[in-house]
């Protein structure tokens, strides 16, 4: 594989912003968490990344490897200890909790290994969430949340609970419930990995789709077939990237 490129920022005093076309920049950026007793972990250590607008990026890592805290720091569910972080241009590294809630509904949709939908409520209705949360009114609500079940081939089962579908069902309302705020990057967390192989690749063919619709997709695997669905993988190891590499794609 090919080493990526990257957008050069450096670490030079006056960088105000990342150049226009990334969507994701992390600059020097560090987790770290008091254990207690003098004892730190750094889960983090100063991780440089560049994902330009439209990309899909697949991370890997091995349990332990700051991967998980390095996805949360990307969605806005958690800050950094050090270093800066920008969003479609806006540095959130140093947002308060309330800010943090704000951008992660406005600007980013996630996808989880484990679906994450309200048992009780219709897919329409888990899909209206974030817009609920966004304080959009009723009528429009039911439109686009309509819009993004049948954009992921779901709008004949809007009515239907989470128990009345198979996995492969559920996940793709997670996807439509991830894409009805139309957010700036999707991010999804192990997104086939409750899912059978056929099931698994029919999703990974929608977020192909999606890319190919212009999405941006960070996608945080530990299986290497999923992560060559994507143009790169990152590979993170002790807090750090280990390598960055273009991906030859799947057939």
């Not at 439209?54 to 091995?62: F, H, L, Q, T």
């Not at 994450?116 to 966004?134: F, S």
């Amino acid at each position: 594989m090919a080493t990526a490129d990257t957008l050069n920022l450096s670490a030079a005093p006056g960088i105000s912003a990342p150049p226009a076309s990334c969507m994701i920049c992390t600059q020097d950026l560090w987790k770290t968490y008091d254990m207690g007793l003098e004892q730190q972990v750094h889960a983090l250590r100063g991780v440089d990344l560049r994902i330009a607008r439209n990309e899909y990026v697949a991370i890997m890592g091995p349990s332990g490897s700051g991967k998980s805290t390095l996805m949360n720091l990307i969605g806005c569910l958690d800050s950094p200890s050090k270093g800066q972080y920008w969003l479609n241009a806006q540095l959130v590294s140093e947002l308060d909790d309330d800010e943090l809630a704000r951008i992660r509904n406005k600007e980013i949709g996630f996808v989880f290994q484990t679906f994450n939908l309200l048992a009780r409520a219709t897919a329409l209705h888990n899909v209206e969430l974030p817009l609920i949360y966004a304080g959009v009114p009723a009528a429009e609500r039911t439109e686009r949340a309509s819009e993004a079940l049948n954009a992921v081939g779901m709008g004949p089962r809007m009515t239907h609970k989470p128990n009345e579908l198979s996995g492969g069902q559920r996940q793709r309302v997670a996807v439509a419930r991830a894409l009805v705020n139309k957010p700036s990057i999707i991010l999804a967390d192990e997104p086939t990995g409750n899912l059978d192989s056929q099931t698994g690749n029919e999703i990974m063919a929608l977020f192909a789709r999606l890319h190919s619709e212009g999405n941006t997709i960070v996608l945080v695997t530990h299986e290497h077939d999923i992560a060559e669905y994507a143009q790169r993988t990152i590979f993170i190891k002790d807090g750090i990237v280990e390598r960055d590499e273009i991906n030859s794609g799947k057939k």
